[in-house]
């Protein structure tokens, strides 16, 4: 069982920017398919951006150009940059881990863009 604990969000204004973390427990983390999605009020889990084994990145169109996905193995420890938010960037994060068949998410973590 891999635990994932996520830091970073909390209330920012519009144009600003946050810096998530999520630090894995395991000791094969370099291995991982890790990335970020958000969950708003009312709608479905959807995906932010993912970084492989060897870093190369995927995001959501929604996000290009403003978030950055990044790793640092000798850490154990996913990032997403986020820059430039708009109050459509408002949801709960999740950090996700994913290896071969097995899959772990950590608890989320808030963060809500606004005036």
């Known amino acids: 069982q891999v635990q994932l604990v996520e830091s970073g969000g909390g209330l920012v204004q519009p144009g600003g920017s946050l810096r998530l973390s999520c630090t894995a427990s395991t000791s094969i983390f370099s291995l991982y398919v890790m990335g970020w999605y958000r969950q708003a009020p009312g709608r479905q889990r959807e995906l932010v951006a993912t970084?492989?084994?060897?870093?190369?990145?995927n995001s959501a169109d929604s996000v290009k150009g403003r978030f950055t996905i990044s790793r640092d193995n000798a850490k154990k420890t996913v990032y997403l940059q986020m820059n430039s938010l708009q109050p459509e960037d408002t949801a709960v994060y999740y950090c996700?881990?994913?290896?071969?068949?097995?899959?772990?998410w950590g608890q989320g973590t808030q963060v809500t863009v606004s005036s």
């Open positions: 996700n881990a994913g290896i071969a068949t097995k899959n772990y």
């Open positions: 970084i492989t084994s060897g870093s190369s990145t």
